[in-house]
């Protein structure tokens, strides 16, 4: 796996034909021209990229984003180079950083951040990394880091259709994820406990077990700081 990280970053430890029309309008994120940087008092290298238009209808439910319509402050690096406090938002349908910025000329703009130069970004107290791909394809991992053992987390959501008798509702699905163990060069599928108790050994599994029951927990359902501990647990087992 081919993942481009900055050195900084890695000190912070997603029918009918009439409605498949229309479902394809709506999902098709639209972009136009690159940005002109040019008049900007802004450092082009990362105030560049294609204009953001993703804004689905107000009659779909649920929002793209990765928790919540509002932007955050976050850091950026590009290239190497590290953007403080840009504000940024995680588009986890479409796969895209996005970040806002005011013009000299004071006027609000939202672009979408070049994956291709994107190395990581931080937002809401989590690292994302940039797998890049040599087709031109990159996946966005948050990243989960303990010694030898690294947790990558792929976030994601969909855009489904619910019919009824009387009507049809476009709603985005709540928040996905798909989980890889990297362990000893290896890279392991995570997507339930069991995944996980079979890569290890039948004295580490049963000790696992056991610390996956006491403290009611599932691969699929933790929290940051629940995937942490279970990284220090893991990497107990491995020294004993």
Known sequence: MKIKVSKTARSYLVLPALMLVILTC??????????????????????????????????????????QKSFSKGTVWINGLEFKNSDINYDVYNQELVLRFVTRDQANRIISVSLLSLDSFTFENKIFIIEHFENDRHIIYQQIKLGELTLLIHWYKRLELSTSLNSTQYFFTDIQRKTILQKSKKEYQLTTNKSLLKILSKKQSASLRKYLKSNHLKLNNMSDLQYYNLLVFLNQLNHE
């Open 26 to 67: 709506i999902t098709m994120p639209i972009f136009s021209q690159n940005i002109d940087t040019t008049n900007l008092s802004l450092d082009n290298r990362l105030y560049n990229g294609k204009y953001y238009t993703y804004f689905p209808p107000k009659e779909v439910l649920g929002i793209q984003f990765l928790s």
